[in-house]
């Protein structure tokens, strides 16, 4: 697995992942140090917690620390890669008035291979900042796109409540409630409809816990187009153009002319959705 530093930083990578490549673990190539593998995801798992562009990638590769393959270590090289391009690429925290809570929640329906239960991804701001973010494989496997969203839906609404309860113990009140972003109309609806379907009985936790939140007005929860689910980075491997859309959207950005002295202010960003 070893390999010269020139030769393993070397080629111009522009995403995390390949969109071309199917991860799983029985994939038919040869196994690799599982030392050396668990060690570099180890490290890219701490630098997952600065970098949300990464976080799917990390979470996807942390799936086969117990027996890598040649096919799994030649991602993670590609990662590393990834990350050398993109070295001074950090979160841009700008100056703004906007205060308001705003998570976007998607997730990538029976993506693994292996056993094809799906990834739940958010990605939290406070004003246009992102301040939380998560790429998780879902514990049971989703029978429908709607349920695995609601799923994802359903953990973002508690790490939204989580930040909120922080707030107020800082005494910090937010202008309005946290706002939800998701881009399944099915789940959407599901958070405010008072009519259960039977076949989502299975997960009347998760569906009374963000209709209690929605009814008591403590969060609000609206559709957003899936153009614009910034948490769309999250769950799965992207083209380029749709990387470095969404990249920019966040508000990840090259730093380097921070560390160079020059800096300077710009109005490029959007305005992040707000509440109707």
């Known amino acids: 697995m070893g390999l010269p530093l020139n030769r393993l930083f070397s080629g111009d990578v ?12 029985a994939d038919g190539s040869s196994s690799v ?3 050396e593998y668990r060690s570099v995801i180890g490290a890219l798992q701490y630098l997952s917690l600065t970098r949300p562009d990464i976080s799917f990638a990390v979470n996807k590769l942390s799936q086969f620390m117990h027996r890598p393959t040649q096919t799994h270590w030649t991602a993670t090289k590609r990662l590393l890669r990834y990350l050398k391009n993109t070295i001074f690429n950090g979160i841009n925290i700008r100056k703004t008035s906007s205060s308001t809570l ?25 004003g246009h900042t992102p301040i939380s973010w998560s790429s998780k494989k879902q514990r049971a496997i989703a029978r429908s796109s ?45 958070s405010f409809n008072p009519v259960q379907h039977s076949r989502m009985k299975h997960i009347q936790i998760d569906i009374h816990f963000v209709r209690d939140l929605v009814e008591k007005k403590i969060l609000t929860v609206r559709h957003v187009h899936t153009h614009d689910q910034l948490a ?10 749709r990387t470095d859309y969404l990249r920019d959207k966040i508000g990840l950005s090259d730093g380097s002319s921070f560390l160079r002295g020059r800096i300077k202010e710009t109005d490029e960003f959007k305005q992040l959705p707000t509440q109707a």
Request: one cysteine or more; glycine letters at 2%.
């Open 14 to 25: 522009t995403t995390p992942l390949s969109t071309s490549v199917s991860l799983k673990l």
């Open 33 to 35: 140090d599982s030392t």
């Open 102 to 126: 705003t998570c976007f929640s998607d997730a990538d329906w029976a993506g693994s291979l292996d056993d094809r239960k799906s990834t739940s991804a958010y990605l939290l701001f406070l």
């Open 146 to 190: 709607t349920e695995a969203e609601y799923r994802a839906l359903a953990t973002a609404a508690a790490e939204s409540m989580w930040l909120l309860s922080l707030f107020q113990e800082m005494k910090f009140t937010l202008p309005q409630p946290p706002l939800l972003l998701c881009d399944n109309l099915g789940a959407t609806q599901f």
């Open 232 to 241: 769309d980075l999250l769950t799965k491997p992207l083209s380029r153009q």
